[in-house]
């Protein structure tokens, strides 16, 4: 018996998919708010949202799986790992549903995205583009490998030269054979592309030790301003630079993970971020968007030398800047703040110095990340794109 | 892409093979086919429970879609599944290596010979490949004529009540009228006098009054009177459906007004899960047995290499690892093991359950060989007795010392002891005749093997040396099937030879005993023993364990077989225990959080046991019955929830698992009249349900039987009553009726 019919499987999993995509549309923004999606960057970029399955409704019992049937040694009170949420055996129905991931690609993730969050297309600034070159089959030569030959236009040529010498004469069939010199290949040309760039500046404050649900949520916003920009530039640069009371640049996973613990100052982060741009990407040809994720702790005297650095230098020349507040456990703060001692400022002030000299500023957006959900995430993505810049 | 291509002849080889071992140790089957798949294919054919062809549905796809994932992502892999038809469908996974597949294959034995030779599936429909083909079609058709909207929605109302059936109704009848119009009045009159009790033996006239009260006679009178109205009401079809039924498809497709179409369509559905009801209701029973004779097979001489063995091993273990909840793999393997073992040794019946000595219990294999030689001599001649005592000693001496064919370091504990001891002695027993008897075989088998050899290499096999050997397989069993023969084909001679080996050993300690050459002290026999033995005067019997496994396959399914072999002993020897989930506050390195973590709970037998039984009892679905299609005298449809403990589920997700469920009814009932659910709560308003209670708390959980009380509440769905605002709108209600009280049920 042969399995050849199995291939209509195809109709089904369409169908399914069909209304399941209808219901991540509705849905998104609670799953983008639970942090159930994720960017995968090895599959084509291909989205993955974990949600439950679609179940028909039946009746079943109300009893959750919490209690259930195991083997192994221990006592009464013996810790056995902490509750899975996801499957569960035949002996319970489970509350939720099963979870199952659906895959999306990343143009129809954008659709949703866009639409859930409302964020319009970003406008790339007018002269900031930049010319690449690159060489594309489009035209033809005498010369080249056998591999690249024109057949078609070879023919052609040999006919040419046929009827030139007399020897094709319709209607007498005859045979036309391409010589050596007869051949055209197929040869490239330069063009010159216009290709809009994007540069993403990611600056943190390590001297304070973030927790991993920080962590968790701080990447998640990184990865969806990544998705975000991708999807609006043709090409999109990183850069991610950490900084206590010196300033350094990194790859993404010392981003995440460093942990210093000294002094703070602030302003050394954007003089950094001034010398890299300066270094490396023209202001002409990228487009440049500034995230600054701290919890507003900084040395005292250094707050003002921060905020011009940002009104004169930075902000004239980036496409946005965010700032991006999380908390930090700093151990020593408490008892320093008894002490009364006023060499630092507290944490979150230099969120309000920035809220109120630049609330009126075009490129500038500040947003509250707390560690206990992914929403503050998804608000803080609303806030950097909505205008659009 | 068809399967010989992919059926290597080397994987044809070792399934002829695992077949004959079955087949040998008495599996019984119908042939198997089996297809390999890749794990794409795999995850698909599961999708569609195992058939090819299934009627399309979006369900198939999510299915397909979430194992293909699983499989992508490494966390489930599918080893084979099996399907209950003839001929036996098997599909294995493409990428198996040879172990894997040889070993699949002997587990698929096992699920084979369990679904032909369980009573619970002989009403099967074994033609299940055709009818969901059909199936299929005909929703194709259906499609086409009546439009693809309308069938679909209404294929997903159904599919809500999929597993609402009467899982007993395919082994008895409840059919209200089935006997003849002269029959049911000779009944009538019968039943209209009330049967006096009368006695076992003659008691003097007057006691007459004391056996038989003047009030009970009226009483029953009355009684029966009512019975009689009741039949003749359901004769009459006043009652509808004339008895309370489970099987809510089928009241439906009799009652409810519904297109042709329709009713057809249920009523393939329907079949469906009737023909699945068995499998779920033999799941523990199914994966157990077939892990036992995986084992069994795989273990046998000849089908590993040693280094194999160890891979193999691991991987029967890997599979019935321990996971959180029960692994029903494990949980039905050994339970199986255990019945053989227990009726291998003789540790059943009142001989044994009732043991009040300690002593006996502890060495329990000795005693046991104990009763059986007392059995057989020491009634008539205490000598006879002693003599086979003193062989029975120096055996055991000789066994311990590794001279009897089993290693020395079987003997080291006393756990190998008991699974050797009875085992090897009453092979010691029988050796005789089982030398006979495989000496015998060996000589009827001698000229059959010489035969086959010679036709094979006739019909070219020695030249064809790819097909040579499926060639000589083949010729060898024609052979013996042409002098029938066949159960001598189950053994190869290779076979005997190591049998007869085995008992060689045997053998030369009954030749050295016999002349005395044994050394030996006589094993002691405390006083309980006999004590014991002349208390029981049933015979022990042992070596009964590969019957009563036989039995057990034919005549049980997972509850029956839970409630008499989940013993106390089972279930302390395995260590199992109920854990809950607790919130615990637990310190992480940015502060402390709360979280969900499952404890243990108890290890009572008895809780566990109810709590498996309640697992096991209607495909752990609540019991839903239709009582009334005419209440209120309005054609309105009366549902109720057999409540046994544990409330239905009317909260979760917004109350979709009761408000779409009466939704859909409500629809399938025509969509005018209202339907009821009569059902008992536990939940108080902004309260948890009883089970949560004593979840969050630090009080020890009692052996005791908890007592609950709840309310009786109806559930209704339907449009409002004519004369209040907005009667066009249909909707869910809840009228709260009498406050009930019961036992909690685990």
New interface residues.
Partial sequence: ??????G??K???????A??KGKIRQDLRRYLGAGNVTIRQKDGGLISIAMH????????????????????????????????EDE??????G??S?K???DLTPEEFEEYFMEVLELPRIKPKGDRTIFEEREKYTTLSRKGPLAMRHLRRSWMEALKRAIGEGQFKPPEKTVVTPRNDDFWFKSWDVVREPKNNALIIYKRDVSG?M????RRVVSYLCNLCEFWLARNYDRLEKVYIIHDDQAEEVDQERFFIEDWGGGTMCSTALAKTIEVIEGRFPVSQWNIYSVYLSDGFNFGNDNETFVNILGERILPIVNQFSYGQIGY?RDWWPSYKQSGANTFSSPGTLGQIILSRFASAENVAFAEIS?DNFESAIDAIRKFFQKGN | MTDELRFPTELKLWKYKIERLARRFGLNFHPVIYHIVTAQEMSEVVARHGFPTAPHHWRVGQESVRLKKRFRFGTGRIYEIVINTIPTCAYLLQLNDTITQKSVMAHVCGHADLNMNNAYFDPTNRQMLNAFASDALQLERYIEIFGSERVKEFYDWILSFEFFIDQNSLYMRREAHAQSEDERNEDREKHKIPRRITPREELPSYMDEFLNPQEWLEEEKTRLAEEIQAKADIERGATVPPEPTKDILAFLIRYAQLEPWQKDWMARIRRQAYYFAPMVRTKLMHEGWATLWQEEIMTEAGMLSSSELFQFSNELVGVQRKHGGINPYRLGYEIWKDIKFRWNTGRHGTIWEDCPYRSIRDQWDEFAIFKTIADETAKSDITAFYTRWAEFSAFVKELKAGNLGYPQELFIRDLFTSDHLIEAWLMYKNVEIEHERFERMRREMEPLEERAEFIANQLGASFLKTFSEELRLKTRHDVYAQEDKLDLWLWTHDEVLRELAGIKSLMDFNKRWRKNQLQHSTIPIPEEWWLWAQKCTDPMRLGLGNKKIFEVRAAYDDLMFLEEFFTKEFCEEHKYFIYKAKKVWRWTPSGSEEEKRYVIDSRSFRRIKKRLLFQYTNFYLPIITVVDANYDNNGEMYLRHKHNGVDLDYWSNDGMYMKDVLQRIFWLWGGKKRVHLETIITKKEEERPWWFSWHQTEEKTTEDDRQLSGTRVLFSYGFRRIGEQDSNIAELQRTDLDKVTFTAPF
């Fill in positions: 018996m042969s399995l050849s019919r199995t209509n499987i109709a089904d999993e369409a169908e399914y998919l209304i399941i399955e679609i179940e028909i409704p039946t009746w079943r019992y109300g009893f959750p799986p919490d209690e259930g049937v195991g083997e192994g040694d221990g006592e009464p009170g013996k810790d056995l790992g902490p509750v899975d569960h055996g035949k002996g319970g129905q509350h939720g099963r199952i991931v659906i030790s927790g991993a649900r920080e456990t560690p």
